[in-house]
């Protein structure tokens, strides 16, 4: 069969395969272990060991899953040159992107009332110091990185072929 | 709602979705969405899809929906008794 209009879409570089189930669950564990890991250094202190030990395991688990999805089937999706997708493709991607914009504008939102008045006005004794804008700054890097294909997971319906 | 008849097209004429996706330059995916009606083409995507099976694009899309398989059998074979007894 031959068609004049035939233009196929690249063959695609070799990524980690995942199911739209294995890519929705791996992306709700390494965000949430990144923000349980932001959020509970906040209540560490230096004589509970096990505690840190815990709060570390916790941050690598997400960082680590943020890699895999990032190399995985929807990081591909949405991070390749457009010759490697198809018009379909490239809308869900669009509109991925949109949301992701959204998410990290409203994080630095957040961010940037926090660095205020506001947040030491609401819980008193509250102190940004540079630990916390590393701490924010890790969270916001590896949560922006695997947000447009964390939202490509969830919006894949998953249709088989 | 863009109403398509791909999936009857395609199987008559024995292709997978792969061989027709191939054939357009899209993922097989993107078939199977067109197929179940959750994703409309563009212009250029129908028409290819319209080449490919030698047919006009309105015999392919519609957006009024087609009459089922057994209501064009039906009135096709009453316009062949018409045209016989003609």
Partial sequence: ?161 | MVHNQITLFRVERGLSRKDLAAAVGVNPQTIGFLERGTYNPSVELALKLAAVFGVPVDTLFSLNGFPSLATQIASNANRQKEFEDD
């Avoid at chain 1, 294995?22 to 932001?38: R, T």
């Avoid at chain 1, 906040?42 to 570390?56: C, E, K, R, Y």
Wanted: net charge neutral; hydrophobic share 50%; with cysteine.
């Fill in chain 1, 1 to 161: 069969m031959t068609n004049p209009h035939e233009k196929p879409v690249r063959a695609r570089p070799k990524y980690i395969l995942l199911t739209p189930l294995s890519a929705k669950v791996l992306s709700v564990v390494a965000i949430g272990a990144i923000y349980l890991w932001f959020v509970l250094k906040f209540f560490l202190s230096g004589d509970q060991p096990a505690l840190q030990l815990a709060v570390g395991v916790l941050g690598l688990v997400g960082f680590c899953g943020s890699i895999v999805m990032f190399l995985c089937t929807y990081g591909f999706l949405a991070n390749s040159p457009v010759e490697y997708l198809d018009e379909r493709e490239i809308q869900n991607r669009n509109a991925a992107y949109v949301k992701a914009y959204i998410y990290a504008t409203v994080m630095l939102l957040v961010g940037s009332m926090a660095s205020g008045d506001i947040v030491g006005w609401v819980f008193s004794g509250f102190e940004v110091t540079l630990h916390v804008v590393t701490n924010f700054l890790t969270l916001a890097l590896f949560t922006c990185l695997i947000m447009p294909a964390t939202i490509l997971a969830w919006q894949d319906k998953g249709l088989d072929e």
